[in-house]
C-alpha cells in the first residue's frame, strides 16, 4: 500500500495527470461551443443548414476516437498546418466531444417549454439574448448530468492521447513499468488518480445542479447559481440594490452604454392601474383607430393533413384607450389574431397596423415583407402581452422577471428598473412575494406577475390571450381586478375571454368570431341582450348566458 500511494504521488505521474486534466479541460470547453453551434444547425429550419450538422454528428459519433486522433495527428502536417501533440489531443477529442454536445445540449434545449421563446419575443427579445439569458439556463438542468459524465468520459479517455505521443498520465505509467516491470503497483496508482479526478467531476456536478434546482434556491433577493458561477452572463439581472434611481445614476448608465434603445418616459402607475377619471363605455378616449386590421388571412400546413385556415379576411378595428373583448369558441382564430398583432406569427396576406405603423414589416414593391430585426420592431411597438398559461421565467424571481426587458432590451439602469418593477409588483400587491420563484406563487400571482411584466415595457397597447382560464375559479377575480384598474386607467386593450362578467363591466366593445371570421360585434349589453346571428345565440346559449 505504501508502494501505491508512493507511486500516486510521485512528480511525474502527477504531471501526467495535470496534462490530462488540462487536455479534458481544453476540449470540454471548444467542444461544448462547437456542440452548441451543431446543436443550433440541428435545429435550424433549413434543411441545408441542418443536414450539415447531421452528417458532421454522424461521422464523428459513428468512428472511434482513436481513429479519429490519429486522422488528425497525421493529416494536418500534411495541409502543412502542425501542431504539438498536445494542441492535436486538444483539436481530436474538440472535434469529437462536439458531436456528442451537440445532442445532449440540442435536448436540453428542446426539454424547456416553447412558450418561454415566445414570451420572450413578446418583450422585444432577440434569438440570441433569448437563447442566452431564458433557454440556456433552464436547459442547464437537462444538460448538466449528461456534460459531466461526457466530462468523464473524456478524463479517462486522455490516455488514448499516448498513440500521437502525448505524455499524459497512463504513458508515463507505461514508461514506469518500462523500467521495474511493477504491473499491478503502478497502475492502481494511476487508478487511484484518476478516481481522484472524476471524483471532483462529480462534486462539482453536484454543485452545479443544486445551485440549479429551483426547490433549493433561496428567496430574498439573492442571484441565481449562475449569475455567481459565472458573473451573470446567462443569468437574471442584478437585483441588489435598494437606492431608488437618481437622475444621476440613469445618466451614469446613459454613458455606460451610450447605443442602448431609446427608453420611453415610465408612464405614471396612477395612469397604469387607477382611475385618472370616469370613463364611460361609449366614450373612448380617442375615436381614431389606433389598431387596424384589414383582410387578415392565416393558414398553417401540417404534413398528412390539409391546409386549415384559422382567419379569413378578418377586418378589425380598435381606438385608443377602448377596452376589446375577443370571445368565441375554441379555434375560431382569436388567439392567432393576438398572435398576428404582436408579430409573434406570420401574415399571409393581410395587414395591421398599431398607431399607424406597421408591426415588424416593411412595405416593398407593395408587398408587406419581415424586416431583418424583428426583435427591435417588436421592442420599438411596445406591445405587452399576457398569456394564457402566465410564460413566466422559471429561473428568475417575481422582481428578475419584470426587470429582465426593460435592462436587456430598452437598456434601462438596473436601479431603476428594479425600483419600477417594486412598484409594479406592489400595484397587483405582490411586493412581498417580489423575491419568490414562479414555483412557489399561486395560478393568481403568476398571472399578475406576468401582467407586471408586460407593463414594465410601458406598453401603449395591451393583449391577454384568455389570463384566467388556467385559474381555479377563487384566483379569477385577483386577476381580472387588475384588469379593471387597466381599463379605469385608459389602458387601450384586448382582450380574449370567456368571462361574461367582466366583459359587461369593462369592455366598451364585445367582438364574437366563429371558425375564422368575426361574426357580430358590438357594445356589451347589444351583444350579451340582443344577439343578431343566430351562431352568437347558440354560443351563449351553451355558455349559459341565455
Not at 288 to 316: A, I, M, T, W
Request: with cysteine; charged share 20%; net charge positive.
Amino acid at each position: 500500500m505504501t508502494e501505491i500511494f508512493g507511486y500516486a504521488f510521485n512528480s511525474f505521474l502527477l504531471q501526467g495527470a495535470w496534462i490530462a486534466i488540462k487536455i479534458t479541460f481544453f476540449a470540454m470547453v471548444l467542444g461544448l461551443v462547437l456542440g452548441l453551434v451543431l446543436a443550433l444547425m440541428r435545429l435550424s429550419r433549413f434543411k441545408a443548414v441542418s443536414g450539415i450538422a447531421w452528417f458532421y454528428i454522424w461521422l464523428m459519433r459513428g468512428t472511434p476516437i482513436l481513429l479519429q486522433l490519429v486522422f488528425v495527428f497525421d493529416a494536418l502536417p500534411r495541409m502543412g498546418i502542425k501542431f504539438d501533440p498536445f494542441t492535436t489531443a486538444v483539436i481530436g477529442f474538440t472535434l469529437n466531444e462536439a458531436a456528442f454536445a451537440a445532442e445532449y445540449m440540442r435536448g436540453g434545449i428542446q426539454a424547456v417549454n416553447r412558450n418561454q421563446s415566445v414570451a420572450a419575443a413578446s418583450l422585444g427579445m432577440g434569438s440570441f439574448l433569448t437563447l442566452r439569458r431564458i433557454i440556456l439556463p433552464q436547459a442547464m438542468r437537462a444538460i448538466l448530468p449528461q456534460m459531466s459524465n461526457a466530462t468523464i468520459s473524456m478524463l479517462k479517455g486522455t490516455s488514448l492521447a499516448s498513440v500521437i505521443f502525448v505524455n499524459e498520465l497512463t504513458f508515463r505509467a507505461q514508461q514506469i513499468i518500462a523500467t521495474n516491470f511493477d504491473f499491478f503497483t503502478v497502475f492502481i496508482a494511476a487508478a487511484i488518480l484518476y478516481l481522484v479526478m472524476t471524483t471532483l467531476v462529480a462534486v462539482v456536478q453536484i454543485f452545479l445542479e443544486r445551485r440549479f434546482n429551483l426547490d433549493l434556491r433561496s428567496v430574498g433577493g439573492q442571484t441565481s447559481g449562475f449569475a455567481r458561477l459565472f458573473g451573470g452572463w446567462v443569468s437574471a439581472p442584478a437585483a441588489s440594490s435598494e437606492a431608488p434611481a437618481t437622475a444621476e445614476a440613469v445618466q451614469a448608465e446613459k454613458e455606460r452604454a451610450p447605443n442602448a434603445p431609446a427608453v420611453a418616459t415610465p408612464i405614471p402607475l396612477a395612469k397604469m392601474l387607477k382611475p385618472i377619471e370616469p370613463r364611460t363605455k361609449s366614450d373612448p378616449t380617442d375615436q381614431q383607430p389606433f389598431v387596424v386590421c384589414r383582410d387578415v388571412c392565416k393558414s398553417y400546413v401540417q404534413r398528412g393533413h390539409p391546409r386549415r385556415e384559422v382567419l379569413r379576411g378578418v377586418n378589425f378595428d380598435v381606438k385608443r384607450g377602448e377596452v376589446v373583448t375577443l370571445m368565441g369558441a375554441s379555434g375560431s382564430g382569436k388567439s392567432t389574431l393576438l398572435r398576428l398583432i404582436n408579430h409573434l406569427d406570420v401574415l399571409d396576406s393581410g395587414e395591421i397596423t398599431v398607431e399607424g405603423k406597421l408591426v415588424g414589416y416593411e412595405r416593398k414593391n407593395g408587398e408587406l415583407r419581415p424586416v431583418s430585426n424583428l426583435a427591435g420592431a417588436r421592442a420599438a411597438a411596445r406591445i405587452g402581452m399576457v398569456f394564457q398559461h402566465f410564460n413566466l421565467f422559471d429561473h428568475m424571481t417575481a422582481l428578475q422577471n419584470v426587470m429582465e426587458a426593460p435592462v436587456k432590451v430598452y437598456g434601462v439602469a438596473p436601479a431603476v428598473a428594479r425600483q419600477r418593477a417594486m412598484e409594479l409588483l406592489s400595484s397587483v400587491g405582490l411586493e412581498n412575494h417580489a423575491h419568490h420563484f414562479p414555483h412557489r406563487l399561486s395560478g393568481g400571482q403568476q398571472q399578475r406577475v406576468a401582467i407586471a411584466r408586460a407593463l414594465a415595457i410601458n406598453p401603449s397597447l395591451m393583449l391577454f390571450d384568455e389570463p384566467t382560464s388556467a385559474l381555479d375559479p377563487e384566483l379569477v377575480g385577483e386577476v381580472l381586478s387588475v384588469l379593471r384598474k387597466l381599463a379605469e386607467g385608459g389602458m387601450t386593450m384586448i382582450v380574449v375571454t370567456h368571462e361574461m362578467r367582466f366583459a359587461r363591466e369593462v369592455a366598451d366593445r364585445v367582438v364574437f368570431m366563429d371558425e375564422g371570421v368575426i361574426v357580430e360585434q358590438g357594445t356589451p349589453d347589444e351583444v350579451f341582450e340582443r344577439p343578431q346571428k343566430r351562431r352568437t345565440q347558440q354560443f351563449l346559449r351553451m355558455v349559459g348566458n341565455h
